[in-house]
T-cell receptor, first 110, second 113 residues
Framework: DAMVIQNPRYQVTQFGKPVTLSCSQT?????MYWYQQKSSQAPKLLFH???????NEADTPDNFQSRRPNTSFCFLDIRSPGLGDAAMYLC?????????FGSGTRLTVV | AQSVTQLGSHVSVSEGALVLLRCNYS??????LFWYVQYPNQGLQLLLK??????LVKGINGFEAEFKKSETSFHLTKPSAHMSDAAEYFC???????????FGTGTKLQVIP
């Protein structure tokens, strides 16, 4: 039973064309995270929410935005994807037992 | 601030041999420590975690890790490697249960038949 669901699993977008990645969770956890992971690197935190309080990491590019309309859903918007934004994007929510990750969305920019 | 250092970006072991993946941490407060496993094109899955109490922590798939404060280490071990253990492993640290987690750079484990 998937508890953190990311859609789509694979996304191909054109250079400069806005794209939105989605994440939903059935755990009712207040804290949610978006990570970017490039090949053979550690996940890099982009944003996190405590409930609806939004926290932007200092080095997250302005090209990246996030929305959390309710507890269950969280979106990552990339306004003008560049080739350097090709990566795996991971969503996670956090409860008392730690993080639960989704399966990720692999973004390809062409 | 917290950080972790994973020694060795690639580790190869023979099937049936001991697995040892090294992790050292730095933390200004008592750390919460984690090991995650990532299979290709998948998210991260929690293997085990240390919060407080017993320093030897057992996780899923036969893995365990020992918290050694004097050595600031949290190495991951498994007595006998299986082919299905081939994956990337990330050590991670946080300051408390609801604090954001900082990941190490990962270690790719290769299991040779």
């Amino acid at each position: 039973d998937a508890m953190v669901i990311q859609n789509p699993r694979y996304q191909v977008t054109q250079f400069g064309k806005p794209v939105t990645l989605s994440c939903s969770q059935t755990l009712n956890h207040n804290v949610m995270y978006w990570y970017q992971q490039k090949s053979s690197q550690a996940p890099k935190l982009l944003f996190h929410y405590y409930d609806k309080d939004f926290n932007n990491e200092a080095d997250t590019p302005d090209n990246f935005q996030s929305r959390r309309p309710n507890t269950s859903f969280c979106f990552l918007d990339i306004r003008s994807p560049g080739l350097g934004d090709a990566a795996m994007y991971l969503c996670a929510c956090q409860g008392v037992h730690g993080y639960t990750f989704g399966s990720g969305t692999r973004l390809t920019v062409v | 601030a917290q950080s972790v250092t994973q020694l060795g970006s690639h580790v190869s072991v023979s099937e049936g041999a001991l697995v040892l993946l090294r992790c050292n941490y730095s933390s200004s407060v008592p750390p919460y420590l984690f090991w995650y496993v990532q299979y290709p094109n998948q998210g991260l899955q929690l293997l085990l975690k240390y919060t407080t109490g017993a320093t030897l922590v057992k996780g899923i798939n036969g893995f365990e890790a020992e918290f050694k404060k004097s050595e600031t280490s949290f190495h991951l071990t498994k007595p006998s490697a299986h082919m299905s253990d081939a994956a990337e492993y990330f050590c991670a640290v946080s300051a408390a249960s609801y604090q954001k987690v900082t990941f190490g750079t990962g270690t790719k484990l290769q299991v040779i038949p």
